[in-house]
């Protein structure tokens, strides 16, 4: 069976203390991986896609990264308006339409 | 703006009832999704429509039902027979449905039953 894994559930940065999310995935044949921000009681945001091991995509102090097995989002330097849910999803060969969602990291950044 | 709309917020529902939350979006987008989200768990497709006049069913579509009868439009119907139906409902949208996990979500529907 397709499966997402995020991990951790929850993490509490300090201001500029750098750090990673992780995202494992475990399917049939990888179409793409996505990363999305969401802030609490809205929709999701789209950040990255990647499409194979090796690709790195960065947005301000955001990069992410893949390998055959699993994402990192890295965070340099956080803000508190980094704070939110980032949330890890993939398409695989045989899903076509469908994106499989993992169940998110919160990231908490205190001043 | 360009956008997805999706109404109302915030709604309350007593058992036994059907709602309807309507999604509308103004990007031309072909493809437009349902997802619902519960805590501590990933997003969960309900349905999806990559046309007009065209959808299908998702992994959970039980207790739920759509039509696609206007690029603009996806409203979503909670029947009674959604036996858990409390959640955040997104509606999403992307330019082709197949090619990109670039998805353009609204800012969601929160249904609780009284």
């Known amino acids: 069976e397709d499966q997402v894994t995020q991990s951790p559930e929850a993490l509490r940065l300090q201001e500029g203390e750098s750090s990673s999310l992780n995202c494992s995935y475990t399917?049939?044949?990888?179409?793409?991986l996505f990363w999305y921000r969401q802030d609490p009681g809205k929709g999701p945001e789209f950040l990255f896609t990647?499409?194979?091991a090796g690709e790195e995509k960065e947005k301000e102090r955001l990069k992410a990264t893949l390998t055959k097995k699993e994402s990192f989002l890295h965070i340099t330097a956080p803000k508190p308006e980094d704070s939110a849910t980032y949330l890890c999803?993939?398409?695989?060969?045989?899903?076509?339409?469908?994106?499989?969602f993992g169940s998110g990291t919160r990231l908490l950044v205190r001043p | 703006d360009g956008g997805i709309t999706q109404s109302p917020k915030y709604l309350f529902r007593k058992e036994g009832q059907n709602v309807t939350l309507s999604c509308e979006q103004n990007?031309?987008?072909?493809?437009m999704y349902w997802y619902r989200q519960d805590p501590g768990q990933g997003l969960r497709l309900i349905y999806y429509?990559?046309?007009?006049?065209?959808?299908q069913k998702g992994d959970i579509a039980e207790g739920y039902s759509v039509s696609r009868e206007k690029k603009e439009s996806f409203p979503l119907t909670v029947t009674s027979a959604q036996k858990n139906p409390t959640a955040f409902y997104l509606c999403?949208?992307?330019?082709?449905?197949?090619?990109?996990?670039?998805?353009?979500f609204g800012e969601g529907s929160r249904l609780t039953v009284l």
């Open positions: 429509s990559q046309i007009v006049n065209d959808f």
């Open positions: 999403a949208s992307s330019p082709d449905g197949a090619n990109t996990g670039e998805l353009f």
């Open positions: 399917v049939s044949g990888l179409r793409g």
């Open positions: 990007l031309n987008h072909d493809a």
């Open positions: 999803a993939v398409r695989t060969m045989d899903s076509s339409y469908k994106l499989i």
């Open positions: 990647l499409y194979s």
